[in-house]
């Protein structure tokens, strides 16, 4: 069929974002293993190379958070947590403080470099070197690990 | 028994002249006089204690953000670099020494590496929370974020050349705590 065809894959409007959705992102072992409080967030968990074309996440709409720690290396709680933001508090921060971050969906159609294909791949943009400290602060305010998929720190 | 509260008992023995004295007051707990001199050694022992784990604390983050591999955070994070590392504890060092002369209720601070390269330096506590960055590149500004707990008025969010920091940092310190450098 071809709407199960990554290539046909449609891009979506940040409008198709509801504020019920969520977003996931696996957080790896070394942002988190020397802190001995896990039920914090720390900012340090959102940044990106200034290479990068915005901060990955995935989407509620076509992802399970399971899926979100499958696509990584190797899938498992002692590597990677599962973080989650409610895209509805996300967008009640970026309005209150007024940060310049927009959503992009940006799905991953095909398989190269050790990526996997990704429908519910989205990025948010606008974190830089200019706001990179408010953004994250607030950011990790907003931010949770998912039930069950919080990682495990080894003895 | 930790050795700080081994420290503690010697300087107790040391000043247990006449003129240390227990006294009851009423119904409340005893209070013990203590000379200025026993004072002045116990502040010297809280400070040399809060220096060592500072010390301790740099040691070990030195030895974990130094040896992250590339892709250390499975989105192709880069290594971290000493300079970077090192212009951090810098300011850290020089930051709580000027604080910890005036008080001693600054916690230590979460050293955390940062996927673009850079250092967070991360204060949360019941009085206040603040985020120093210290960039990668050392000509980029060092950006701070802070906030005063149940004091909005008192947010801080500015970026700084590394030479007028420690001067930002201290200028808002003396705001929450009401205390003079």
Known sequence: MCQDNPLNWPKEEPEDYKDKHLFYRAIKDNLWMKFRDLDKIEPNFFMIKESEKGLSVDWSKYSEPRETLNRMIPPDLNTYGIAKINVGDFRTCVRINNFNL???????KTSINNLKL???????HGINKENKAKVRKKISKIT???????????? | MSEFKQKLDKIDQKYKTPYSTWKTIGEKPEWRE????????LIE???IDKQDNLKTLIEESKDYILTLPQNWDGYDADTIEINVLNRATILLKNVCSDLWKKTYEIPLPIIAPVPDGSIDINW???????LINVPKNENDLTHLYGEHIHHPEHEIDIRSP???????LLDWFELIYNISF
């Open chain 2, 45 to 47: 022992h809280i400070k």
């Open chain 2, 34 to 41: 203590y000379d200025l001199n026993f004072i002045r050694e």
């Open chain 1, 102 to 108: 927009t959503i992009e969906h940006y799905p991953i």
């Open chain 2, 124 to 130: 949360e506590n019941e009085k206040f929370e603040l």
């Open chain 2, 162 to 168: 590394s030479s007028v920091v420690k001067a930002s």
């Open chain 1, 144 to 155: 949770c690990w998912v039930e069950g998929l919080k990682p495990i720190i080894k003895p």
């Open chain 1, 118 to 124: 990704n429908r519910s791949h989205t990025l948010i």
